[in-house]
């Protein structure tokens, strides 16, 4: 029988103000060194057009990008009215945007009129908005001469290509993609002339370049592979566009008619080596790396993929030594590798000499704190937990960046409990929660340590506030994109972005988190959390210092784990009694937030729910099954919120089993239930034999906490204050 729930609803404060975070929940930036903005090559000059986050705060137009055009239409007009400069004239914007959206184009115009003058910031888009008003009431003319207004005022500015677009001239298209390749509409006019000649190699070179994210490109690439004569530079353009749309096999072909860089040979190589359709050539080619350019990073990365290739383990060997003596930033793996060879090999005392290498020369690597935990693991498998817990406790001092840090710290309080070290045992605990706060594990140690976070038995009853984020201040680009973005204006903000953004190769740190929040806003939610997620995998010294001091930012953790369905996920949440938290964490694990994705199987949508699955449950809820659209937010959260009551009405309300239900299905979670260890849930968690779901359900719950510490006050200013006391993890025998 279902626990009743809190009679009170979920409570969702919409456009409220950003709460009080600090360390880890999260701190401010350190002011220590550089500043944020310095790192970030950010200016600091407090110029009056300039945005930050403090400014943005002192905004009573931003705010209500969240709400409706007519929730918001009455508090526009009084700031129109009565409002201070700059948001009297960012009122005015919004508001005549508001207007244009519902053919209101007279009321659009009398707020628009003169505005370019008042809001220069916008001025070019101000006048466009102008000619798309014009344009509904009829007056061609008028709109024709305001885009040609455009045109002479700021011809070099990014919205004088959305005027040579709509101005539709030949020669004026010739100038976009002359001046402007990396623009949107520049790739429509691009895409238009090809359907009308496709014998344009020119054109489709410019795609490849700068459009080589966008849907359909791989075809482009085809077509423009069997093109003959193209030079070496046009053939590393195509084999770069390749290869970020994973298409190694074709890439390498490319790459191996372009120029002979390191990085071109070595990624010929690769992709041949990942293709498995020639061997032999990829190891030539690794070689011809490896003669040609002896110090380059690449090749050490190579001689690891040359011992990965060797028939023979001991033909390895010399790889791996050659990167262990030439190449530190990749001798850990080659010294892991070659610890594992000749443990196969049977030669146990080279191989613990190996492993000792590692832990003394190169501890804080990745490779040490994976050796370390393997042998915590068996430790704590045969009991001996005092030696488990020597062996867990450097990954969290030695390793801290490490996926492995937070779990081995968790473990560590775990296993001083079965030594009866209680005190240590509480340490442990906090020191996760203060210095690991995003991780599954802060959350187990919360939970351990008393907090009301919940647990796998009672996580379905609670029923936390949120408090919806704003949009962050941008960290790249031009006034004028921030403002068209903080504004909500997605589509002239990507456009504005685009053609700002040329650095996608290489993009500094600022620029990949401004180009994850541009995805969020259009709605692509699994690329926007990826580019955001892979800042952590920085590599150089300078740019794991910028994403540390990112990280310490609200807006980077609100960004990886955005909020979109909010109302939706409040409305069946509450209709099924589970805590909305949870169903967004799911959510979040199943799709990235991807209304239209499908898995190999069929599972569809934000919930992944099986097509003969929603049949059922449509069944079961008397709703015609003709009538239901898995792709539709609402139905898909309608049936899969059903589903997991449903799984959890099965398994007493435990939310770890209903979860486990949810990826594996109920035949494996009550197998397990019935053979594996219950009595403690951390132990059985780690004991699930399904990889997929054994992660699953870390993940998942992970997802859980950073929603709760994220946008609930409550237990934001408990871990707050757990991050700012700086626990520090109790010594051996301590």
Known sequence: MLKKLQEKPITIIAGAALFAFSAGAMVSAPQIGKSLGEWLNVSQTQQPEQLTEATKAQSAVFPLITQAP??????????????????????????????????????????????????????????????????????????????????????????????????????????????????????????????????????????????????????????????PNLKPEAWEIIGTAYWENNQFSKAAAAYAKAPKTARNLYRTARGLQVGGKDTDTAIATY????????????????????AEMTTNRKDAIPYLDQVIAKFPQQASQALEKKAEILQALNNQQAAQQTWELLLTQYGKSDEAAEYRWKNAKQQAKARNYAAAWKWARPIVTENPNHILAPRAG?????????????????????????????SYYAWRSANLLGLNVGDFNNIRQLNPEVVPHQRPVPLAGSV?????????????????????????????????????????????NLSGIGIISKLEDRETPEEQAQYQELSQQITYWQARYPFPYLREIAKWSSERQLNPLLVTGLM????????????????????????????????????????????????????????????????????????????????????????????????????????????????????????????????????????????????VGE
Do not use: C
């Not at 053609?499 to 740190?509: I, L, R, S, W």
């Not at 779901?693 to 871990?719: A, D, H």
């Open 70 to 227: 007519p929730e918001r239409a009455a508090q526009l007009e009084a700031i129109v009215k009565n409002g201070r400069s700059p948001d009297r004239e960012r009122a005015r914007y919004l508001l005549a945007s508001d207007y244009i959206d519902t053919k209101q184009a007279q009321k659009a115009l009398s707020l628009l009129t003169g505005l370019e003058r008042d809001y220069p910031a916008l001025a070019p888009y101000i006048l466009l908005k102008q000619a798309q008003a014009q344009d509904m009431l009829g007056e061609d003319g008028k709109a024709s001469d305001l885009r040609r207004k455009v045109l002479k005022d700021y011809p070099k500015e990014a919205a004088a290509v959305k005027a040579k677009y709509l101005i539709a001239q030949p020669k004026l298209h010739d100038t976009a993609i002359a001046q402007f390749p990396s623009h949107p509409l520049t790739w429509e006019i691009i895409r238009k002339r090809l359907q009308e000649n496709p014998n344009q190699p020119q054109l489709k070179l410019i795609l490849a370049q700068y459009a080589h994210h966008q849907p359909g490109i791989v075809g482009v690439l085809d077509q423009l592979s069997k093109q």
């Open 410 to 438: 968790f473990w560590v309080g775990k296993w001083a409990t079965n030594l009866g070290k209680e005190e240590e045992a509480k340490k442990a605990y906090e020191y996760v929660v203060g210095y690991f706060p995003h």
């Open 287 to 306: 070689n011809q790396l490896i003669q040609q350019f002896p110090e380059a990073k690449e090749t050490g990365t190579g001689l690891i993929r040359l």
């Open 480 to 524: 004028t994109f921030k403002e068209l973005y903080l504004l909500g204006q997605d589509r002239d903000a990507w456009l504005q972005w685009e053609t700002e953004y040329t650095n996608k190769q290489q993009p500094t740190v600022a620029e990949q988190f401004t180009e994850g929040l541009m995805r969020l806003a259009r709605g692509e």
């Open 588 to 731: 979040r694990q199943e799709s990235r937030f991807e209304p239209k994705i499908k898995s190999i199987a069929g599972a569809t949508g934000l919930m992944q729910v099986m097509p003969a699955t929603g049949q059922w449950i449509a069944s079961k809820i008397s709703l015609d099954p003709k009538t239901i659209d898995l792709e539709n937010p609402n139905d898909n959260i309608m049936l899969g919120t059903w589903y997991l009551d449903y799984t959890h009405q099965e398994y007493g309300n435990n939310s770890m089993l209903a979860i486990a239900s949810y990826n594996a299905g109920p035949g494996n979670v009550s197998k397990w239930t019935r053979t594996l260890p219950t009595q403690d849930p951390d132990e059985f968690v780690e004991a699930i034999p399904f990889n997929e779901t054994r992660n699953y359900v870390r993940q998942v719950f992970g997802n859980y906490w950073n929603y709760l510490r994220l946008y609930n006050p409550e237990i934001s200013k408990l871990v707050a204050r757990y991050s700012a006391q700086h626990p520090r993890l109790p010594g």
